[in-house]
């Protein structure tokens, strides 16, 4: 089976760090594939700017390597990969003394084609880039400027990086790239929930018991040391990611898929949210660090060792019981956890049904389980529908757990494209619906800076666990007082 590609109008892409990782990793191999796959028009332009002095060749030199080393050698046609290098150019720019952008001006040119400017450089350089386009009159009606995280530290600072943004970008110019809404399982979420009549009846509190969501990691902190300390997985994921899975799966049917359409039901969740304060925080939530242990088949160190730091009291894991203060969710747990050096990676939702309100089976039947959806987003991404059946064969009647699996690889033959593919083709498209908007930035930090206040002034220090396992005990014990248990991802 085919996936069906609608070209995009050509575009000029400008990469700022465009020597970085995540050029490296991401950007430039996402499209490389759009590319080859026939979903560029002529002529397209790449163009990456950074510090480095390089020459557009050295430029060219870096991107064929980053493709080769980040996309399948079987998925790349050596003349597509030709194709794709001739239309890389390199300007280097010092985004804090302008020193570049008159040069960058000039290669952009006159053109009236869409203009992408990527911001693939820490926020610090936000401000200085966004000014320097405006003082060189490169915001054209047709640009966009992409952002990714982190977005602030905290509702103020990310009130302070949003407004140098938009003080040169309009609202429908501005990308926030969260890439767990590129998932293609992500979006399946909304198929499932809204291109089917089957769910939505029961998508409340009469019929849900409780939702979990998981975010399992077993890598550490890779090269992020600095990054990463100052962070803690509630704003690294929880702040963004997890929020955003949550009011997917939480949010009213929006009129349409319209941007502002969705982007308005996600809102109201993210403020529908029950404030955890100084007051409940150490009831809804729990924060861990890993200690040295097992992950990935190896022995790894602890945070604190693989940090250099022994004083470190960054959490590297984080549980939380969240409500939904609304008449759809309320009294419907969300149990949200993330961790580093986890015992697998695994990512899903779990959407935990109500038990049956009488059984007619004898209890030699076996035990009926609750039905429980689970959206898989990686490893394995599908669905499952978790039913009771009757136990195949002539024997009695006894039940059975069993799963109704949709494993997209195995039913749909297509490549799994990475989430960078899809959303750098909405921004050029000029499509929001799976960027977050200003004040969706701004209501998840208005919910999780209470938390993280109230973790600071509890003085309280993350509770250790061992790499390779689930995390902290403290986690187990959120979801198992109130008599429900964390599902496996394994
Ligand atoms: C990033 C976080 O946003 O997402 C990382 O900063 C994390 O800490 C990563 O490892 C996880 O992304 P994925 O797509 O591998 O699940």
Redesign the pocket.
């Known amino acids: 089976m085919t996936s069906q590609i609608i070209p995009v109008d050509p575009f000029d892409f400008i990469a700022f760090g465009g020597t970085g990782d995540l050029a490296e990793r991401k950007l430039l191999p996402a499209l490389f594939q759009r590319q080859q796959a026939g979903q560029f028009l002529e002529p397209t332009r790449i163009i990456g700017a950074s510090r480095s002095k390089l020459s557009t060749e050295e430029y060219r030199q870096f991107a064929r390597t980053a493709i080769t080393e980040h996309v399948r050698a079987e998925e790349i046609e050596p003349d597509e990969l030709a194709r794709f290098l001739d239309r890389l150019s390199y300007v280097s720019v010092d985004a804090k003394s302008g020193d570049g952008f008159a040069e960058l001006e000039r290669e952009i040119g006159d053109s009236d084609r869409i203009r992408v400017f990527y911001m693939a450089v820490g926020p610090a350089l936000f401000g200085a880039i966004c000014a320097k386009l405006k003082e060189h009159d490169l915001v054209s009606a047709d640009a966009r400027i992409v952002v990714e995280?982190p977005i602030g530290r905290d509702l103020a600072s990310a009130r302070a990086l949003n407004d140098q943004i938009g003080g040169v970008f309009d609202e429908h110019q501005i990308f926030r790239i969260d890439?767990?809404l590129g998932?293609e399982t992500v979006q399946n979420l909304m198929a499932l929930r809204f291109a089917n009549a089957l769910y939505e009846p029961l998508w409340n509190s009469a019929h849900i018991d409780h939702v979990q969501i998981t975010?399992a990691?077993t890598?550490g902190l890779?090269d992020?040391v600095s990054y990463?300390d100052r962070a803690g997985a509630l704003r690294?994921?929880v702040q963004?990611?997890i929020l955003q899975l949550l009011c997917l799966a939480a949010m009213e049917p929006p009129a349409s898929m319209d941007a502002d359409a969705v982007r308005d039901e996600k809102l109201k969740i993210l403020r529908s949210l029950a404030p955890i304060d100084a007051d409940n925080a150490a009831r809804l939530t729990v924060r861990g660090q890993y200690r040295a242990g097992a992950s990935a088949g190896g022995a790894v160190k602890g945070y604190q060792e693989e940090l250099g730091n022994g004083q470190s009291t960054t959490e590297t894991f984080v549980a939380i019981k969240a409500d939904i203060a609304n008449w759809r969710w309320a009294g419907v747990p969300f149990y949200l956890r993330t961790g580093?050096r986890l015992s697998a990676r695994a990512?899903e939702i779990v959407i935990a049904f109500k038990p049956i309100p009488h059984s007619i089976f004898e209890s030699g039947a076996g035990r009926v389980h609750a039905n429980q959806l689970v959206i898989r987003l990686?490893p394995d991404e599908g669905v499952k529908q978790w039913i009771m059946i009757k136990d195949p064969g002539p024997g009695g009647m006894r039940l059975r757990h069993v799963p109704l699996d949709m494993s997209f690889a195995e039913a749909f033959n297509v490549r799994n494209p990475d989430?960078y593919e899809r959303l750098l083709m909405d921004v050029v498209r000029g499509n929001q619906t799976l960027f977050m908007r200003r004040d969706e930035v701004e209501a998840a930090w208005a919910w999780i800076d209470p938390i993280l206040a109230a973790w600071e002034d509890s003085g309280r220090e993350p509770q250790a666990y061992t790499a390779g396992t689930w995390g902290p005990s403290g986690s187990v014990a959120l979801i198992e007082r109130d008599g429900r248990t964390w599902h496996d991802p394994n």
Do not use: I, L, P, T
């Open positions: 995280k890439h767990y998932k975010v990691e890598v890779e992020r990463y690294d994921m963004n990611h580093k990512s990686q989430a």
